[in-house]
Structure formats: C-alpha cells, structure tokens
C-alpha cells in the first residue's frame, strides 16, 4: 500500500509540475528596448525635390503571451499613440542609410501632414494596433505570423515573417510587413498636383523586446 501510495504522489507531483511548466506566462513589451519603424517611399516626375522618409513610433505599448515549453503558441499584441509618430529623426535616416537631412522645421511640416485628416487623423483615430491570430514556426528561431492590424479604423489581416529569440526572461523578435496608404481608406500625401508624392507602399519594421 505504501509504494502504491508513493507512486500516486509521484505522479500527481509530475502532473502539477507539468501543468506550472506549461501555464502560459504574460511579459510587457519594454518601449525602450523595443522600436517600431515606417518607410515611406517617394514618388512623382519631381521625386528628385522629395525624399524618402521614416517614423518612428515614441508611445508603444504592448504584451506577449506564450507557454516556456512551447515558445511556438507565443501571441504578440502591440498598440502605437498616432500622436507620438515622429519624423525623420537623423539617427534613423542614417541608420536606413537615407540620404539628406531634414531640419526641423521640415520634419515638424512632414509629422503635421502626417497626422492630419486627410492622413493619419490622429484625433479620431489615436492608436495603431495589431494582435497576433496564428503563429507557426518554420525553422529554429524563425517564424510565420498572421494577425490584424488596425490602422485609421480599419482592420486588416497581415502575414510577416520573424527572427524571435527566447530565453532567459526575455523575448526578443524582429520582423517586417508591407502594407499600402490605399488598404486602410487613406491616399499616399501628394503636393504639386501629384509630381511630388508617396509611393503606395509602407514598410513596416518591427523590433519587439519583452520581459516579465
């Protein structure tokens, strides 16, 4: 009876061991590790007078969810404030390998144009989001990601694919997407009767870092 018992109580300490193991655990996206970054393109018969540009996003919030023992069934939801996009930092350019400065004054005249009605509308539509829905890996470290990304009030599904790293408490994942302007109900920003516009095209980078 006594070595029936003690088998019992191995295997119910192996269950619950188990169990803890795969309970899935919640980390916060760290917004100062993390960075969130969009290219736009320029376009036009007078593309030579404009430049390419690229947005930074300052306010992000944002989780990831996953099981230890399966690092596969990770789920990823991030939020953008539209009204912290921000404009051609040099760094950025210079890290895109983006020719030209912009002063700025310029880059205060592109964010103001950017967050208008005509564009983003920040003020009916203040945040950005996208939720994973499945997530598939592909090869050590490497992995298919389809989700819904909301962006001035649409939503819409995108499939990307990431670079991901977990261990020791941290969650690291880096990936890219292209959408266009035209997908979520806005026109690219044109001036001079379209000599001077943006390609319909956004790239969309994505570097999440996430601890407990």
Known sequence: MRTLTCSL????????????????????????????????????VASGFAHDHVIEATEVDGKVTLDPGDPSTFTIEITVQTASLKADDPRLRHAYGLDGEIDADDRETIEESMKDDEQLDVKRYPTIRFVSTAVK???????????????????????????????????????????????????????????????????????????P
Do not use: C
């Not at 269950?15 to 393109?41: N, Y």
């Open 137 to 211: 890996q592909t090869a050590p470290g490497k992995y298919a990601i389809e989700g819904e990304l909301t962006l001035r009030g649409k939503t819409r599904a995108v499939k990307l694919t990431a670079d991901v790293t977990i261990g020791g408490g941290r969650f690291e994942g880096k990936g890219k997407l292209s959408i266009n302007h035209t997908a979520f109900g806005f026109e690219p920003y044109s001036a001079m009767l379209g000599a001077v516009k943006n390609k319909n095209r956004i790239d969309l980078h994505l570097h999440v870092v996430a601890g």
């Open 9 to 44: 109580s191995a295997i119910a300490a192996l269950l619950l061991t188990t169990a803890a193991i795969a309970t899935p655990v919640t980390w916060k996206l760290d917004p100062k590790a993390s960075g969130l970054h969009a290219r736009t393109f320029k376009d036009g």
